[in-house]
């Protein structure tokens, strides 16, 4: 089966194996790109913490077989996704990782991000946008796994060896979002607990403002519905896709 784009109403998808293929950015015109500018500088005058660094983007997928994706990937900057606000122009999915942390009891770990983030108070799996090789170097499989073990340490203090990280599914979400979410080994609650304090502290001694301000731990996804605040597009769906397979 070959496909150049998700279903439409496709959220999540196993897939063991991806393949990965450099492309570049779509063109811009003069006056998108003016307008995508004009966007851009007036979202970093209400969240200054928001920065124009290199990102990853998607730019297409197609099933090689049951379990195998290949997966364009563009190298864009986090201005590019101003272009959503743009009417009529077009902008590439968005392309991120996240890790799906269970506890010893089964549950699943939800973060909520704290007010500084892009998405204040949202909750989601710990996780961040893909970040691009160095020029010369491949994005591939491996490189994936490093950089979701690195999104867990960096926002939840817990350390997992790249090769303990399991991709475990894809999701398709809001603009087309791709998600690789990746499976961690399980670990105790009060361990992660201990994580997340440990990780604020090395924030707020770096003088930065911590990503993430709370945790939770879901048995069902009816939790959800008790947590203040919105939740990742994604979320229901791993939780509920964990949970019961038991």
């Not at 563009?74 to 991120?96: D, E, K, Q």
């Not at 942390?101 to 998405?119: C, E, F, H, K, Y």
Request: net charge negative; aromatic share 6%; proline share 6%.
């Amino acid at each position: 089966m070959t496909e150049k784009s998700f279903a439409a109403d496709l959220k999540l998808y196993d897939v063991e194996h991806l393949l990965l293929a450099e492309t570049g950015e779509p063109p811009v015109s003069a006056r998108d790109a003016e307008a995508r500018d004009r966007v851009w500088e007036m979202a970093v005058r209400s969240n200054p913490a928001l920065f124009d660094g290199p990102v990853v983007a998607c730019g297409g997928v197609e099933w090689e077989g049951p379990r195998t994706l290949r997966l364009f990937w563009a190298r864009v900057t986090y201005r590019h996704y101003a272009l959503r606000r743009v009417p009529g122009a077009v902008a590439l999915p968005s392309l991120f990782v996240n890790v799906l942390q269970p506890d010893t009891d089964g549950r699943v770990l939800a973060v909520r991000m704290s007010p500084s983030t892009a998405a204040p108070g949202r909750w989601q799996l710990p996780g961040g946008s893909v970040e691009p090789p160095e020029v010369g170097a491949v994005l591939d499989e491996a490189t994936l796994a490093g950089q979701a073990a690195r999104e867990l340490v960096e926002e939840l203090g817990v350390e997992a060896a790249d090769e303990d990280l399991r991709l475990w599914a894809v999701t398709r979400g809001e603009n087309g979002s791709i998600g690789l979410t990746y499976r961690a080994p399980a670990r105790a609650e009060a361990t992660l607990h201990a994580g997340l304090e440990s990780a604020r502290a090395a924030d707020r001694a770096r003088g930065r403002e911590p990503e993430l301000d709370a945790i939770a731990l879901l048995a069902d996804a009816a939790e959800l519905s008790g947590l203040q605040g919105a939740h990742a597009d994604y979320l229901e769906q791993v939780v509920r896709r964990f949970t019961a397979a038991g």
